[in-house]
């Protein structure tokens, strides 16, 4: 037959029919049983303050019940292993983005040597219209610095 | 050495089988050799599919990212406003029916067609009561004016000065010449009916919660057209041991409405700092 | 052992009412609503590439325009305005209406089953259905021409966009239901490269133009979303005044071109990997051999896939992103220059030494690698952090990206072409009359986009209306190429249209190539190949194949079963499929 063999491995038995992992109803009802504890857990969780830790916990307790909703809700415990690399791909691409986005507006403002001025927004520091004089910015025809610091943007 | 060896058929049929006598299925569609072939094309395409939808969703918890990093108070304050046992609920229930659709899934793949339809109508009642919840959150919004943008502000509330001189608004863009750069602080009036004081770009975290929750529900709306659709056809008997793509591809899709939901309960409602 | 065949019940089998399996898939069935409703990936290729054509068009005149405005400084023939608008819709249109669909969806469609052997693609509905997004895509973008036009340039970014027109919104949600036509796609490559290669087809002897489908495939599933979920918030808000774009609002405008350009560069990679892929095939063809590295050019393709979402960062380079941020993305974006070194140098070793044909598709395939070579080099210059302070927003970043996405992209379209419209058709067009053509398009191409290269590195500002006195003999020598490029283009177009009324019946395999999708009938039968086909050599094994299976006569036909004697094993080979 004209097919991916390994696309088949977990589905086929050979004679072309479809042939699929059955859980228990008991089963499902134990993964439901875990997905509510968790939640509990979540919410509970919550009104303790760790601090940084916070998010972190939330996506971890979020994270546990992703993994058993697509694991075993979705199938891909007993699915062809490229469905989970999908799955899993489209997490790592969006990390990638998420990550490196986030990394650049932490660093955003960062000492420039050859001006010595920061713009950190979240300090509210000066902004690029307030930095002080160097030779670089002085006015040629008059001599003089740039216009005075002016007040910048309030945050 | 040929390249090519084709079985040559005088006009006759595009498929083959090996011999084991089966008839040609009538669910088996012609570009494809048997019904495992078409089952592990369809799961894969529909996983494909779910990737595009983590990463358009995806998009979104970015954006949360980086707003949460410029202004983390607001975020802190937003459990005033969502409220947390309403967020719970519906994760509950969204589980639950998660739970129903993987066993609606489960009946099909052993050929119980009532069973079927029965779990298939109760994932959809579990869907109409998310919406119905998700109503009464939004309408709460909306009558306390905490909407994304232009719209929000609460018509009972003006501006005026904090007593260390910044001014407040009641609406981003009120109070203060709208062409100025400074960003106000606003009032803002919470679940419990109290007045809060609301630092810049809160309405960032509205306007997020509108369009994540809002781009949800919209999925949810889909996901519940989606099983409606599966369950007429399960009714008119179009599904069996053999065929039960799609009751599994369209389960497939509300587990990962599921998903997001996962996700969005806690960075939404559960961020708050208490005080 | 032998096949058995399995009659199709008539009533559960729509495609019976497709035509007959066996039958030219042009004339299988008539009249427009069967081609409206087709689900033949053939037909659905050639739709996509009227309709992908009629975008170049639209985008060419605005492009010609645009061209013909910068002839002379200030007015020439329209006022700033207006200029702005032309040269976002010339923009708009080609990246979105023409380039992203146009070898993917028209010649990809076309030929990636064939080349794997597969009776269509894994869900040729869906197919259809990516055909009409992408049509009701293109009527919404288009109605923004009538609401008063974009000016914001393609790439939309605030905060002038939610400044700008009202049309912002209809241009930017025609591009979100364009994605979707290109995701659909995407997917339906994927899963059919998975799922439905015919036995002997290994991932190592797989064709690389479905390689480099499948790598495109890639991409288009991965990027698109989030293309898509920018375009919902600048939507947003423009409507709501969110303000997470705004610096008013205390948003920030960088944080939007990290979002579009985590598609946009990916996008580029969309546009060019097809076009490479193209290219492979035509020089194993006309080289007669197989490609050097045939394994390091499909992973290379992939490679491509991957570290084109690492470098969205080089576009914003001058925008006010953090130093530190600008060099990661500097040095990944000199990583991602390997993988297309590697084809340039492994397609290089194949022609040296190799029996060169300059057939017109030929022609095409080493402009490509002087074009490409050129714009891929410009990139790096581009993507070296010093250097880009100067480059950034001149002329000379729109030279390199028309150097790869046209001297690339482009020119692999028209010799993808040129190679397969024989097949497509079977018609055969005049060499001759496209071999000028070519000469136009090569001339006129390097005439337009030279001079930008000098004067952007002059300081030239992309963009912008008017100019400087220095600048103006540039402008002209670009303007005059364009009018020798457009002489060109339409010089090929009318060769090729003219082989469908005049042109002489095509062999089976004019070009004596030893590809899969030779071996099918010209044009291909409706299942494409009679019966299910089983491959035992790869793709560009000259030295394996028959000479029947590389014969540019039409001698034999398709089923080379009937060669007799040639491969002892030819019978019981058919039945060895399963």
Known sequence: ?155 | MTTVSETAHAGATHDDHDGHGDAHPSFLQHHFDTPAQQFAASKLGMWVFIATEILMFGGLFCAYAITRALEPQVYDQSHHFLNKILGATNTIVLLFSSLTAALAVRSAQVGKRNETSIYLVITILCACVFLVVKYFEYSHKFHLGLLPGHCFGHPGLSASVLPNGQEVGTCLRMGANPDSVTPLWVRAIDESGHEQLLPPRANMFFALYFVMTGLHGLHVIIGMSILTWVLIKNQQGKFSKAYFTPVDLGALYWHLVDLVWIYLFPLLYLVGKPE | ?578
């Open chain 1, 1 to 155: 037959m004209s097919s991916n063999a390994s696309a088949e491995a977990h589905i086929s038995s050979g004679d072309g029919n479809v042939h699929v992992h059955i859980a228990s109803v008991p089963f499902y009802v134990g993964i439901f049983v875990a997905l509510v504890f968790l939640t509990v857990l979540t919410v509970a969780v919550s009104y303790f303050d760790f601090g940084a830790a916070n998010t972190v916990v939330a996506m971890l307790i979020a994270t546990a019940k992703a993994s058993l909703v697509a694991t075993f809700f979705m199938h891909l415990r007993y699915d062809s292993l490229f469905n989970t690399l999908c799955f899993l791909a489209a997490f790592v691409f969006l990390a990638i983005f998420i990550l490196i986005t986030y990394d650049d507006l932490g660093h955003r403002g960062e000492v420039d040597p050859d001006y010595g001025g920061t713009v950190m927004p979240q300090t509210g520091v000066a902004a690029p219209g307030s930095m002080p004089a160097t030779s670089a910015t002085a006015n040629e025809t008059t001599g003089e610095g740039p216009p005075a610091a002016g007040s910048g943007e309030k945050k």
């Open chain 3, 1 to 578: 052992m032998a096949a058995v065949d399995i009659p199709m019940a008539p009533v559960a089998h729509a495609p019976h009412a497709h035509g007959d399996p066996d039958a030219n898939y042009l004339t299988a069935t008539r009249g427009i609503g069967s081609w409206l409703t087709t689900v033949d990936h053939k037909r659905i290729g050639l739709m996509y590439l009227f309709m992908v054509c009629l975008a170049f068009l639209a985008g060419g005149i605005f492009a010609l325009l645009v061209r013909l405005e910068l002839f002379t400084r200030g007015k020439t023939i329209m006022d700033a305005e207006t200029y702005n608008r032309f040269f976002t819709l010339h923009g708009a249109i080609m990246v979105f209406l023409f380039i992203i669909p146009s070898i993917p969806a028209a010649l990809g469609n076309f030929f990636l089953p064939i080349m794997i052997g597969a009776k269509d693609v894994a869900f040729p509905r869906i197919n259809l259905l990516s055909y009409y997004i992408y049509l009701v895509g293109a009527a919404v973008a288009l109605t923004s021409i009538v609401m008063g036009s974009v000016d914001t340039g393609w790439t939309f970014y605030t905060p002038y966009s939610l400044q700008t027109a009202n049309s912002v919104i209809s241009m930017t949600f025609g591009v979100f239901i364009l994605g979707f036509s290109s995701i659909l796609t995407g997917l339906n490559f994927i899963v059919t490269v998975h799922t439905m290669r015919a036995p002997g087809i290994t991932w190592t002897r797989m064709p690389l133009f479905v390689w480099g489908m499948y790598a495109t495939a890639l991409i288009q599933v991965l990027a698109t979303p989030v293309l898509a979920i920018t375009l919902l918030l600048l939507i947003a808000e423009r409507f709501f005044g969110i303000g997470i774009f705004d610096p008013k609002l205390g948003g920030d405008p960088v944080l939007f071109q990290h979002f579009f350009w985590f598609y946009s560069h990916p996008a580029v990679y969309i546009m060019i990997v097809p076009g490479m892929a193209i290219v492979s095939e035509l020089i194993a063809t006309f080289t007669r051999r197989a490609i050097f590295g045939q394994f390091a050019i499909a992973m290379s393709s992939i490679a491509l896939a991957v570290l084109g979402f690492l470098v969205w960062g080089h576009h914003l380079f001058a925008a006010g992103m953090s130093e530190y941020a600008t060099m990661i993305f500097s040095a990944l974006t000199f990583l991602v220059a390997i993988p297309s070194g590697v084809k340039v140098f492994n397609w290089t070793a194949t022609i040296y030494k190799g029996s060169v044909v300059w057939a017109s598709p030929m022609l095409y395939a080493m402009a490509f690698i002087f074009l490409f070579t050129i714009g891929g080099l410009t990139g790096l210059f581009l993507g070296t952090l010093s250097v880009d302070i100067h480059l950034t927003d001149t002329y000379f970043v729109v030279a390199h990206f028309h150097y790869v996405m046209m001297g690339g992209t482009v020119i692999g379209f028209l010799g993808g072409l040129l190679y397969w419209w024989p097949k497509m058709t079977g018609k055969m067009h005049d060499e001759v009359k496209a071999k000028i053509g070519f000469v136009f398009v090569f001339v006129g191409f390097n005439t337009v986009f030279i001079p930008q290269f000098i004067m952007g590195s002059r300081g030239m500002p992309r963009r912008y209306y008017d100019y400087l006195p220095q600048f103006e003999p540039f402008h002209k020598a670009s303007t005059i190429g364009s009018w020798i490029l457009a002489t060109g283009l339409f010089l090929t177009a009318y060769t090729l249209l003219e082989a469908l009324w005049k042109g002489k019946k095509a062999p089976r395999n004019p070009w004596g190539s030893a590809g899969y999708e030779w071996m099918t009938d010209t044009p291909p039968c409706l299942a494409n190949f009679h019966g299910s086909p089983v491959f035992t050599r790869g793709p560009y094994d000259y030295h394996l194949a028959t000479p029947e299976e590389l014969s540019t006569d039409d001698v034999l036909p398709a089923d080379a079963t009937k060669t007799g004697g040639a491969n002892p094993k030819a019978g019981s080979g058919a039945a060895k499929d399963k």
